[in-house]
């Protein structure tokens, strides 16, 4: 598939399959046909027409706002149209996490096509034969991409925690990491992209970190998420990337970055300009 090919598997979405899903005059979401029509049975709620979903008598009030979609999220979930509820809350938003104008439990954002945003933290080590990367072997039991390649620390963006909260959060959980050292932590951009999925809409946002790690740090996964660890030459990550399918789908786009930035992918690469310019995929707006 190579590196393009894996960039353009998190890029599948047609519009023509979706409706916008409309609240005040802003989409804060893009519904799948089918999901769209599952709404039809909250007529005091949404009105769904041929062009799009809006969000009728919607309160002012974000709060409000919220109980609505978990009620109906509820019974989404009783019916088996959503497999879950998470128990974390994402912004709904139709721009930044900042606009926020109410809140959805992580598992149903797809359902309803939902803008997210998660941090995925590059943590490497420079050696005398050139960068290691320490890469994690998600656990076998994952609700999603069991048993795949991930980064050593990556995770969802709950509405009621800052970038540095949840980062520090993150690192301690899924590597064992101290604050003092997920601070060190630098922010080096942002990958999005839109998927169409067996899930729905993901119209996601990954912030990007590097964190360039002590040659005697050993990471430990305290939450369960991450069967083991190990250290990999960048050489054989980008091999990783480019020739398999080892990686979680959405990791290998900021390793992609990681791997630019750091001149491992150089402008000789073949598909260079266009590597660069679709790792930051058009969202819907």
């Known amino acids: 598939m190579g590196f393009l090919g894996k960039i353009r598997a998190c890029n599948t979405w047609n519009p023509l399959d979706f409706l916008p899903f409309i609240l005040n005059g802003e989409r804060i979401g893009n519904l799948h046909r089918g999901a769209a029509a599952q709404l039809q049975r909250w007529p005091q709620h949404f009105a769904v027409t041929t062009h799009a979903v809006h969000w009728i008598n919607a309160p002012i009030n974000a709060a409000e706002r919220t109980a609505i979609l978990a009620k109906v999220v509820e019974q989404l979930v009783a019916d088996e149209l959503i497999s879950h509820c998470h128990g974390e809350w994402y912004s709904v938003t139709a721009s ?27 943590g490497f080590v420079r050696t005398p034969f050139g960068i290691e990367m320490w890469i994690g072997q998600r656990s076998a039991t994952r609700r999603h991409y069991p048993g795949c390649l991930d980064h050593l620390v990556a995770g969802g963006l709950p509405a009621e925690l800052s970038l540095a909260e949840n980062l520090r959060k993150e690192c301690a959980e899924e590597a064992g990491m101290p604050a003092e050292l997920a601070n060190q932590a630098v922010a080096v951009g942002a990958v999005s992209y839109c998927q169409d999925s067996a899930r729905g809409l993901k119209p996601d946002v990954m912030y990007c970190y590097d964190l360039e790690l002590p040659e005697d740090f050993v990471p430990s996964c305290t939450d369960g998420e991450v069967e083991s660890f190990r250290r990999i030459p960048v050489m054989d990550v980008l091999e990783l990337v480019r020739d398999s399918d080892a990686f979680k789908l959405n990791c290998n786009l900021v390793i992609i970055d990681f791997l630019i930035r750091h001149g491992v992918i150089t402008p000789e690469e073949p598909d260079y300009l266009q590597l660069v310019r679709e790792l930051r995929g058009k969202l819907p707006e």
Do not use: E, V
Request: charged share 20%.
């Open 96 to 122: 930044t996490r900042a606009q926020s104008r109410c809140l959805i439990d992580r598992a149903a954002a797809p359902f309803f096509g939902m803008r997210a945003f998660g941090q995925h933290l590059n």
